[in-house]
């Protein structure tokens, strides 16, 4: 049975750091698009990063490149997602996803549907 489970998320002030972790259990992250997701309250689903984990390649949307950095830890089956500079709009429910399709792993930020695996989510509050 495939579950994600995040943690790392909690309440800090802008301009600092949070490091998010998604434990993968009932298969292995690798050769596998894994990403973040985030959802803020009222708004939609948006994708932050993803990473290609038989390359780690990655690719981030706009609003987090150079502050997010997304990473993988194969021994231990976890992605990661280290977070920097944290703004108040970065305040969001953060989800980890699975894909095990064909996508080029960066359409996939655009298109949250098509991720086949989710976690439960770990909360991100950020204060000014």
């Known amino acids: 049975q495939v579950q994600l489970v995040e943690s790392g998320g909690g309440s800090v002030q802008a301009g600092g750091s949070l490091r998010l972790s998604c434990a993968a259990s009932?298969?292995?992250?690798?050769?596998?698009?894994m990403a973040w997701f985030r959802q803020a309250p009222g708004k939609e689903r948006e994708g932050v990063a993803v990473?290609?984990?038989?390359?780690?390649?990655?690719s981030y949307t706009d609003f987090v490149k150079g502050r997010f950095t997304i990473s993988q830890d194969n021994a231990n089956n976890t992605v990661y997602l280290q977070m920097n500079s944290l703004k108040p709009e970065d305040t969001a429910m953060y989800y980890c996803?699975?894909?095990?399709?064909?996508?080029?792993?960066?359409?996939?930020?655009?298109?949250?549907?098509?991720?086949?695996?989710w976690g439960k989510g770990t909360l991100v509050t950020i204060s000014s």
């Open positions: 996803a699975a894909y095990f399709g064909d996508w080029w792993c960066p359409l996939l930020l655009g298109n949250p549907d098509a991720m086949d695996y």
């Open positions: 009932g298969y292995t992250i690798r050769s596998k698009c």
């Open positions: 990473i290609y984990t038989s390359s780690s390649s990655t």
